[in-house]
């Protein structure tokens, strides 16, 4: 790089700014942003040349004579500006969430790329998915495609919108209604696994993969999902400004008051894991709160829930609510000093002398012989909680399997043929300055 040669310079605010070198020291450049703002001092490896003035965006990001950070963010920058939201890095597609509707989803963009190959048109998440199901028939063997990003990028979206192509391209005998099904499923899944976080007012606290299987004619069959990494603390505990699952504010906002007596519930703002957020809880009572909680109701019915299953379900959910409520004292041996054990053994069916054996002591067995040994207060505080989370992530995993119920073929065990394209979402990574182990497993 030569003295005035354009260059792209680090910067906290823009990620880089365009500038010239005006001076070369020892172990840093100093560059003079175009822009009229302080000269900027970076090491070597830290700045990046540009691509020629006036050069035009290219599809693929390899297509760029100085492919490097900078000139990746810059030529993407410039696409999204024209609603180019989609650009290739060769076979791996970039998407940036345009956050309001384009028309580049219908049934004319479904059979434009079908068939074609990477780079024949324009960049889209159909010339993706198409491609996987072509290899997938071509080559015999099942493909992978991973979402990744961060909350808010729109990945749950894409893998929607994967699916939705897969199942259009690939109708087979019990293809009817299936992207119906996949549909309604969804403010199920999101009610329990979804939450507002800093970042993202419905952002997905769950990793999930959908595996689309299809027989030996490259003929869709069905579908089955499974969930992983769970953001369980979640429900013991938000960050500042953060909200727990959705369902703890939906289960209250459609409640009568009987409804509330027959699951032993207060106010939602006495009870613990739902009063964290006082915008969350007076949000409780709004007309949109109330929709949301009848779509979820009839979200229930459609998945194929009996009454019987949902009365248990949300007697589950409320005695995760009232557990967390349980209340200790007693520095060396904790004792139960909550009066509503009573009520937490009535929703979750249990026998509350085992219940408080549990949250107060543990029992170890040495060479066939028990021993006891009290808590403190706060080893039965992380029992309790651990308990709370450990119930939410059974009955999570439960609702799980009563989609996959409806979304499977018919047959459970699969042909030796067939073949399956898989799709992983992962669920958003966020930065903050103190992260969760979540973040780190993430």
């Given at each position: 790089m030569d003295a005035g040669k354009k260059v792209w310079a680090p910067d906290l605010k823009e990620g880089f700014v365009l500038g010239e070198i005006t001076d070369f020291g020892t172990d840093v450049l100093t560059v003079q942003p175009l822009n009229g703002g302080k000269p900027i001092e970076a090491p070597y490896d830290a700045v990046y040349p540009s691509e020629e003035e006036g050069a035009k965006t290219v599809d693929d990001n390899c297509g760029l004579m100085f492919l490097n950070e900078a000139t990746l963010?810059?030529?993407?920058?410039?696409?999204?500006?024209?609603d180019e939201v989609y650009t290739y890095t060769a076979n791996i597609l970039l998407a940036v969430n345009p956050y309001h509707s384009l028309d580049l989803y219908g049934p004319k963009q479904v059979q434009a790329y079908q068939g074609k190959s990477l780079g024949v048109l324009p960049p889209h998440v159909y010339a993706i998915s198409d491609k996987a199901y072509r290899d997938m028939r071509n080559l015999g063997l099942s493909q992978g495609?991973?979402?990744?990003?961060?909350?808010?990028?729109?990945?749950?979206?894409?893998?929607?919108?994967?699916v939705r192509h897969l199942i259009t391209v690939s109708k087979g005998t019990?293809?009817?209604?299936l992207e119906k099904r996949l549909v309604q499923v969804n403010p199920l899944l999101e009610a329990f696994g979804n939450a507002q976080t800093l970042m993202n007012d419905n952002s997905s606290r769950f990793g999930k993969f959908t595996e689309v299987r299809f027989n030996a004619q490259g003929a869709i069959k069905g579908a089955f999902m499974r969930h992983y990494l769970l953001e369980k603390s979640r429900v013991v505990h938000q960050g500042q400004g953060e909200q727990n699952f959705h369902v703890f504010y939906l289960l209250f906002a459609g409640m009568s008051p009987e409804e509330r007596a027959r699951y032993e519930l207060k106010d939602p703002s006495e009870h613990r894991v739902v009063c964290m957020n006082v915008d969350a809880v007076a949000n409780i009572k709004s007309a949109r709160m109330r929709d949301?909680?009848?779509?979820?109701?009839q979200c229930m019915d459609v998945v194929g829930f009996t009454e019987e299953q949902r009365e248990a379900m949300l007697h589950v959910l409320a005695g995760t609510i009232l557990l967390a409520d349980v209340e200790f004292d007693g520095e060396d041996a904790a004792q139960i000093v909550s009066q509503n054990m009573t009520n937490v053994c009535n929703q979750l069916g249990i026998d509350e002398t085992a219940l408080e054996l549990a949250l107060t002591k543990s029992v170890n067995v040495i060479r066939g012989e028990e021993t006891e040994r009290a808590y403190r207060q706060h080893e039965a505080d992380d029992c309790r909680d651990a308990a709370v989370k450990a119930i939410y992530e059974y009955l999570f995993t439960w609702i799980f399997s009563q989609c996959n119920n409806m979304l499977g073929p018919k047959e459970k065990v699969p042909a030796h043929d067939d073949t399956m394209i898989g799709i992983l979402d992962i669920f958003g990574f966020e930065c903050f300055e103190t992260n969760s182990f979540e973040q780190i497993c993430i």
């Open positions: 963010l810059h030529n993407m920058r410039r696409r999204f500006m024209e495609i991973i979402v990744s990003g961060e909350s808010g990028a729109g990945k749950t979206e894409a893998a929607k919108l994967f019990e293809f009817e209604g949301m909680h009848k779509e979820l109701m």
